[in-house]
């Protein structure tokens, strides 16, 4: 079975300090895709990175970077400096292939609260 | 470029009405879904269309049915509301590029969701 666990219900932390949301994988097959969604209180769900299962190469994007290591079956994701407007919750997901449709397994999510 | 548009964005319903919620995507995808999201579970699909004129069950498919207009919209419907119903739904769509032959390329493809419907049940 897939599952995705995102231990960290809920993280608080002070401005420009440094936050890793973590999250860890379970499936079987060799080719699948992982994801990092941000959902602001305004409450959309915003695409933040996908990561193929075939590519380990951490990736830097302003202060947001992931750690992907396939050994730990897990997907990390770092904010530095945070800011107040990084405060959201964060969900981690899964799709697979193999199917007509790329259905998502999402973690449950980490509640990030950034104060000034 | 609105990506993915669902309406209402807010509603109330008594137990017992039957609504729709309405979806359509601009971005020309194969693939149209429905999540529901509820406090401390994350986002569970209810159902999905691989394509237009198919659909099929996800997790939580109990009190729902839907449809695939065409390709581009993807409603579902409530016949019967109950208080269990009340949740924040997300329509969503990803490409699913089909190979010669109409069957799916093995690849995945980002989802992309719209921004989100609010229901009460009372």
């Known amino acids: 079975a897939q599952k995705v666990t995102q231990a960290q219900t809920e993280i608080s932390v002070v401005e420009k300090e440094d936050v890793t949301l973590d999250c860890v994988y379970e499936t079987r097959d060799t080719t699948y895709y992982l994801f990092w969604y941000k959902q602001p209180p305004s409450g959309e769900l915003v695409f933040l990175i996908r990561r193929n299962s075939f590519d380990e190469q951490n990736e830097i994007s302003g202060r947001y970077s992931w750690n992907f290591q396939k050994s730990t079956s897990s997907f990390n994701f770092t904010i530095t400096a945070s800011q107040v407007v990084d405060s959201a919750v964060y969900f981690c997901a899964l799709t697979l292939r193999g199917s007509s449709a790329s259905k998502i397994i999402f973690g449950s999510g980490t509640r990030l609260s950034i104060r000034p | 470029n609105a990506g993915v548009t669902q309406t209402p964005k807010f509603q109330v319903l008594k137990t017992g009405q039957s609504m729709t919620l309405q979806c359509a995507q601009d971005?020309?995808?194969?693939?149209m879904y429905w999540y529901r999201q509820d406090p401390g579970m994350g986002l569970r699909l209810i159902y999905y269309?691989?394509?237009?004129?198919?659909?099929d069950k996800g997790e939580v498919p109990n009190g729902y049915n839907v449809s695939r207009l065409n390709k581009r919209e993807f409603s579902l419907r409530l016949e019967s509301a109950a208080p269990s119903q009340t949740s924040v739904y997300f329509c969503a769509s990803s490409e699913d590029r089909r190979i010669p032959g109409g069957r799916p390329s093995l690849s995945g493809n980002t989802i992309y969701f719209g921004e989100g419907s609010w229901l009460t049940v009372v």
């Open positions: 269309s691989a394509s237009e004129g198919t659909t």
């Open positions: 971005m020309n995808h194969n693939s």
